[in-house]
């Protein structure tokens, strides 16, 4: 079911915002999604399927290796993810930044969680890929959460 649920929201959606718990659950390997991330970022690399996620996935992505003083993993995860195809980095502006706040107080977002819904809708994402149902209580893009198409 998963696999077909993906494809499906793949092709109604061709702009698509990533939580930061995608890039985490395919950099690890995480059996049990990698069915799901294979399927995605293979579908990245080819034309017609255009993704975006905050800077602050970075942010996120990069914590782990900074603790351990992981100079090599710092720069492969940056060289990696920085010069994915069809992936767009988008850092917060003061629009952002606004739209963030707004959605934080409707919704009772954590603020990463307002940046990356804020940067979804301005960069006109039609789906949001997530494993946090948060993001279902939002309107402006249709939120694919993995754990419900697995289960």
Same mark, same amino acid.
């Given at each position: 079911?998963?696999?077909?649920?993906?494809?499906?929201?793949?092709?109604?959606? #061709? #702009?698509?915002?990533?939580?930061?718990?995608?890039?985490?659950?395919?950099?690890?390997?995480?059996?049990?999604?990698?069915?799901?991330?294979?399927?995605?970022?293979?579908?990245?690399?080819?034309?017609?399927?255009?993704?975006?996620?905050?800077?602050?996935?970075?942010?996120?992505?990069?914590? /782990?290796?900074?603790? +351990?003083?992981?100079?090599?993993?710092?720069?492969?995860?940056?060289?990696?993810?920085?010069?994915? /195809?069809?992936?767009?980095?988008? /850092? /917060?502006?003061?629009?952002?930044?606004?739209?963030?706040?707004?959605?934080?107080?409707?919704?009772?977002?954590?603020?990463?969680?307002?940046?990356?819904?804020?940067?979804?809708?301005?960069?006109?994402?039609?789906?949001?890929?997530?494993?946090?149902?948060?993001?279902?209580? +939002?309107?402006?893009?249709?939120? +694919?959460?993995?754990?419900?198409?697995?289960?």
């Amino acid at each position: 079911m998963g696999v077909e649920a993906l494809r499906s929201f793949l092709l109604r959606n #061709r #702009r698509i915002a990533l939580d930061t718990n995608v890039f985490i659950y395919h950099l690890e390997g995480n059996s049990r999604y990698l069915p799901l991330t294979d399927l995605l970022f293979s579908a990245l690399e080819r034309t017609g399927l255009d993704a975006i996620t905050s800077t602050i996935t970075m942010t996120e992505l990069l914590v /782990p290796a900074y603790k +351990l003083g992981d100079e090599d993993k710092i720069d492969e995860l940056y060289a990696i993810l920085s010069r994915y /195809p069809h992936l767009q980095w988008i /850092p /917060p502006d003061l629009e952002i930044a606004a739209l963030a706040a707004e959605l934080r107080a409707l919704h009772r977002l954590k603020t990463p969680d307002a940046l990356q819904a804020a940067t979804a809708v301005h960069a006109s994402a039609t789906g949001f890929i997530t494993n946090d149902s948060v993001f279902t209580r +939002l309107m402006g893009f249709e939120t +694919l959460v993995l754990d419900r198409i697995l289960a």
